[in-house]
T-cell receptor, first 111, second 119 residues
């Protein structure tokens, strides 16, 4: 059974810091891994999707890496800004249809 | 391109009452999902449709929850009767469909969610 764990559970950093959010999963047989952002009271916004054959994806200040063999993904945020404050969710999709989510990392960036 | 539409955004009911949520997926998306997200937790899949057929409803509390996707487009999720522990955000998502096609990345797209408070 696939399980997804995210660390840290919460993070508070000053503006301008580079930071890393972690996602680990128990079964390496995945189809893709997707990182989402969720603002309070809102739905999920897709940030990056990494296919199982890929090692990383980049979008602006965000970079996500995937290491299937070790069951890990990291989301790197460069030069953090107060607008980055949100909950970040990692979701793993096995070869079937069911996507499994982690509990998220709550990020607060102080101005 | 229009995103996933959900309504209502907010609903407050008393326990034992009923409630219904509506979702319209992105045009052309064959797969539709309903997730339940309790405060502080990640979303949990309730039910998944492929066109108008159910693919997975293993975590749907079938004694009180029901869902349908008539004509393979929009979907309705109903709770009857509601319990206090049903207070959550109900998220609808859609994706293209079968994964074994060259252009289908399997990416999920979510709506804004419907926040339910049961008093």
């Amino acid at each position: 059974k696939q399980e997804v764990t995210q660390t840290p559970a919460a993070l508070s950093v000053p503006e301008g810091e580079n930071l890393v959010l972690n996602c680990s999963f128990t079964d390496s047989a995945i189809y893709n891994l997707q990182w989402f952002r969720q603002d309070p009271g809102k739905g999920l916004t897709s940030l990056l999707l990494i296919q199982s054959s890929q090692r990383e994806q980049t979008s602006g200040r965000l970079n996500a890496s995937l290491d299937k063999s070790s069951g890990r993904s990291t989301l790197y945020i460069a030069a953090s800004q107060p607008g980055d404050s949100a909950t970040y969710l990692c979701a793993v999709r096995p070869g079937g249809f069911k996507t499994i989510f982690g509990a998220g990392t709550r990020l607060f960036v102080k101005a | 391109e229009a995103g996933v539409a959900q309504s209502p955004r907010y609903k407050i009911i008393e326990k034992r009452q009923s409630v219904a949520f509506w979702c319209n997926p992105i045009s052309g998306h064959a797969t539709l999902y309903w997730y339940q997200q309790i405060l502080g937790q990640g979303p949990k899949l309730l039910i998944q449709f492929q066109n108008n057929g159910v693919v997975d409803d293993s975590q749907l509390p079938k004694d009180r929850f029901s869902a349908e996707r008539l004509k393979g487009v929009d979907s309705t999720l109903k709770i009857q009767p509601a319990k206090l522990e049903d207070s959550a955000v109900y998220l609808c998502a859609s994706s293209l469909g079968r994964l074994k096609t060259r252009t289908n990345t399997g990416e999920l797209f979510f709506g804004e969610g419907s926040r339910l408070t049961v008093l």
